[in-house]
């Protein structure tokens, strides 16, 4: 609705995953074009969701980085999901990571912004289900005087003021209990998780 409400998200930003009751709060910023997020993607989705899921709180927040030319086209698409088929949401996080070189730079370099909307709407009824053309009606552009218009973008403007105000600007970026967890690396083991999340799991 166009009222002086409707700049406010409609629900909590970030897709949340793990234990919802618990007092341990794990955020995590991710770029889907950024190599050193996609390594830490693989390590929360393959070892420390299914070894924490029932202790500790995840939230999985997106950051598009503008040195990633087509990154904010892939955000888009994944708030698509992420509004239509949330519990799909994950896995097609997933699916963006396992296809990140197919939008580098040199990939996706004669395409146009409608092509990769196209092979991303595509990918999107492939793996999750919804309907290619729905995903696209999303994801075009807003015309001018369609104000009210739902897009995938304004979803994605959401994310970036959140991170923005977070002073968040490189991916990934890690806070435990709502600090900035600076000692946290892309390249950390599952022994590291364990250990940095000891102290307070104990509690």
Known sequence: TNNKYSMFPLKQL?????SQTSSVHVEVFWDFLCPFAKKSFVRFHDDL????G??????FHLLVQ???HQSVFLHETAAV?????????????????DHQEDFSDGSVEELTRGQIYEKLAALVEETVGLDKATVLEYLKPQTPGAVNKVTSLRWV????????SRSVHVTPTVFLNGL???QVS??????????????????
């Open 81 to 97: 999901v992420r509004n239509l088929k949330p519990e799909a949401s994950l896995e097609f996080y997933k699916t963006l990571f």
């Open 49 to 52: 969701l299914p070894k924490y």
């Open 54 to 59: 029932n202790q500790v709180a995840f939230s």
């Open 157 to 164: 403007k959401n994310e970036i003021k959140y991170h923005r």
């Open 14 to 18: 970030g897709l949340r995953a793990g």
């Open 186 to 203: 892309s390249g950390w083991t599952l022994e590291q998780w364990d250990e940095f999340l000891a102290p307070f799991l104990s509690q």
């Open 180 to 182: 900035e967890a600076t």
């Open 66 to 68: 503008p040195w990633h």
